[in-house]
């Protein structure tokens, strides 16, 4: 092992990107900032490329090692007496030198600390991260002393909400979101199609659309959002042959593998129903279902909460309308209201989403969400 380090480092070498020993502080290389090459095709069968790491110094033997940090977890402080280079491989990471500020690792990213630096590094609050450890060993067959444990707080912090969310108004483009919700939850295609076309006359992207049938699913099923989204595909390719060009919109952004989507979603609901993430902890169901508990908060509440091309507000009017569309719900629906409140809707701004509803699912199942809501008052 020690022949093939010693090999890589000399054919990185010939990159030209060499650590300075005269920076002290620890250097992060983000992955984007390592050129890239082709691979010469004369030694290679097909298209590869390459980037070259920055050269480690090294006076003797070196040590590498794969550590691999669950969410949360971090090293103690320590120093390295020649030195260490890592290179992450999996996740997101902290990594903080002594008297200067946490920084945020990613994969592909790589770290030199020089020798007797104090530091420390693991994953994120949310991430697990792991990364290949390569440490120089002193002649007396030390590569690291450690110190004391580090005063951060790993644990998931809160989400803050303001004790009263600020006022919003509702616009065109969200009032949108609710014909395509309820259609798609009742299963009339035939409406949701001109539906479809209202919301992107209005301002909603394609991507926010697809957003809303796989957010949609966790409380129609499958089926029904699959049809919604096979309608909404069809109407799309229609479209295009008119010469029709929609805005595609942002994708969602996507959280580094290893996220703890169980902890993201207790958060989430603490931040949705303005409590304490204590007070969101205690499995439902007092354990009788722990596979309802589990789905609920960590796909429903961390994974698609947590997809940020349609805000925490555009969900629950998703969910609102799919919900009174449903009918016969109260007590589902009853909680999102008061969750839509949570966001700032005011009884101004309610009362338009409940005569949208009204104009796409009727008076009767409009009456009963205008009914549930007044129970909140």
């Known amino acids: 092992m020690k022949n093939q380090v010693n090999a890589l480092l000399v054919m990185s070498s010939l990159?030209?990107?060499?650590?300075s020993e005269d920076k002290m502080g620890q250097q992060i290389t983000p992955a984007n900032q390592h050129e890239i090459s082709q691979a010469p095709t004369s030694n290679f069968s097909g298209k590869a490329n390459f980037a070259r790491y920055p050269v480690m110094p090294s006076q003797g033997d070196v040590a590498p090692a794969i550590v691999n940090f669950e969410a949360g977890t971090i090293t103690n402080w320590h120093t390295h007496p020649h030195g260490q280079y890592l290179i992450v491989t999996e996740g997101e990471g902290r990594t903080q030198e002594w008297g200067k500020p946490i920084q945020t690792i990613h994969k592909g990213d790589t770290i030199w600390c020089p020798p007797n630096v104090k530091h420390w590094h693991g994953a994120s609050e949310h991430s697990a991260m792991s990364h290949i450890a390569i440490t120089p060993v002193a002649t007396n067959g030390k590569s690291v002393t450690w110190l004391e444990k580090v005063d951060f707080p790993t644990k998931a912090k809160p989400l803050q909400t303001p004790a009263k969310a600020e006022t919003v108004q509702l616009n065109t483009k969200q009032l949108s979101l609710i014909p395509i919700a309820a259609f798609t939850a009742t299963g009339d295609l035939k409406k949701l199609e001109p539906a479809l076309i209202k919301g992107l006359e209005s301002g909603l992207t394609v991507n926010e659309i697809k957003e809303v049938f796989a957010h949609q699913y966790a409380y129609t099923g499958f089926p029904?959002?699959?049809?919604g989204m096979l309608t909404f595909k069809s109407l799309l390719e229609e479209r295009q042959k008119q010469g029709i060009k929609d805005i595609q919109g942002a994708l969602p952004n996507t959280l580094p593998s290893?996220?703890?989507?169980?902890?993201l979603g207790i958060e989430r609901l603490a931040y949705l129903n303005k409590t304490s993430i204590e007070d969101n902890t205690k499995p439902l169901f007092e354990n009788f279902s722990p596979t309802m508990d589990y789905a609920l908060k960590a796909h429903l509440f961390g994974y698609l909460f947590s997809r940020d091309n349609l805000a925490p507000l555009e969900r629950e009017i998703i969910v609102v309308s799919t919900l009174s569309a449903l009918g016969d719900i109260n007590a589902q629906l009853r909680s999102h209201l008061r969750i839509t409140r949570n966001l700032g809707v005011d009884a101004v701004q309610m009362q338009k989403i409940i005569s949208t509803l009204q104009q796409s699912i009727g008076v009767d199942?409009?009456?009963n969400a205008q009914s549930v809501l007044q129970q909140l008052q």
């Open 365 to 367: 199942l409009a009456k």
């Open 258 to 263: 290893g996220t703890d989507y169980y902890q």
């Open 224 to 227: 029904r959002a699959l049809n």
């Open 15 to 19: 990159s030209g990107m060499v650590w």
